[in-house]
């Protein structure tokens, strides 16, 4: 049973930097894509981040430049450092996992569905 466990929100000014870390247990890495994902207040959870086992990354445009995904396989945790925090950044984060897709030709690949969450870690930027 995949676990994810998320930690590191917070309050921050404008301009500030915040890192976000989410510790994943019951996966195998190798196989398993991961991402961030955001739920500002009133709205649609939205994707900020991906990372696939490669290591290879996607970022909405929003967050391009100031967001960083990353993951530590030996520490099974994944990461979102922040940086240049904006009021419009508020927002539950949550961290996500799902095994790889099969493909027809029997490649594995990542889209945008996951299928495990973590608990969600609160963000608040102030102007």
């Known amino acids: 049973q995949v676990q994810l466990v998320a930690s590191g929100g917070g309050s921050v000014q404008a301009g500030g930097s915040l890192r976000l870390s989410c510790v994943a247990s019951?996966?195998?890495?190798?196989?398993?894509?991961m991402a961030w994902f955001r739920q500002p207040p009133g709205k649609e959870r939205e994707g900020d981040a991906g990372?696939?086992?490669?290591?290879?990354?996607n970022y909405q445009d929003s967050v391009k430049g100031r967001f960083t995904i990353s993951k530590d396989n030996g520490k099974n945790t994944l990461y979102l450092q922040m940086n240049s925090l904006k009021p419009e950044d508020n927002a539950i984060y949550y961290c996500?996992?799902?095994?790889?897709?099969?493909?027809?030709?029997?490649?594995?690949?990542?889209?945008?569905?996951?299928?495990?969450w973590g608990q969600g870690t609160k963000v608040t930027v102030s102007s």
């Open positions: 996500a996992a799902r095994e790889k897709l099969l493909g027809a030709r029997g490649n594995r690949y990542c889209d945008t569905t996951y299928t495990d």
């Open positions: 990372i696939d086992s490669d290591g290879n990354t």
């Open positions: 019951g996966l195998i890495y190798s196989s398993y894509c």
